[in-house]
């Protein structure tokens, strides 16, 4: 996503994890979110009609609802603790709650998604070892 000509992070996904713009999905309109990969990625894709079939089978249905709480629940939290912490804690909290995406991200990705240059969040790391 772009803001004022500048690429921003919102949200950085790993391995194995869904991945949509869930007003696009959901409402079928046009996406204001754009994803990219920086990794080679298998992606497997889901059709709004194919969902609307598997939802007929109590099995999917169960196992889609059960997915979609977690994902709300976690970014309800994720947008919560955010707003309210400064950049050291939310690289702390990348830390602890998702490590796989201090493991794989690239810095500048992870600086934009905590909202602070690549130079604060090196200056983060070195005070945090």
Request: net charge neutral.
């Amino acid at each position: 996503m772009y803001e004022e000509g500048i690429e921003v992070t919102k949200w950085i996904y790993t391995d194995n994890q869904f991945i949509t713009s869930l007003s696009s999905f959901f409402e079928q309109k046009a996406s204001f979110e754009s994803f990219q990969t920086c990794d080679e990625t298998i992606v497997y894709s889901l059709s709004y009609s194919d969902e609307l079939i598997l939802l007929q089978y109590p099995l999917f249905s169960k196992f889609h609802i059960k997915q979609l709480r977690l994902f709300l629940s976690k970014i309800n939290e994720f947008h919560h603790l955010f707003r309210v912490m400064n950049a050291q804690e939310k690289y702390i909290y990348l830390l602890e709650n998702f490590p796989q995406i201090i493991l794989k991200a690239k810095l500048k990705h992870i600086a934009s998604l905590i909202g602070v240059s690549q130079e604060t969040l090196s200056r983060i790391r070195a005070s945090i070892n």
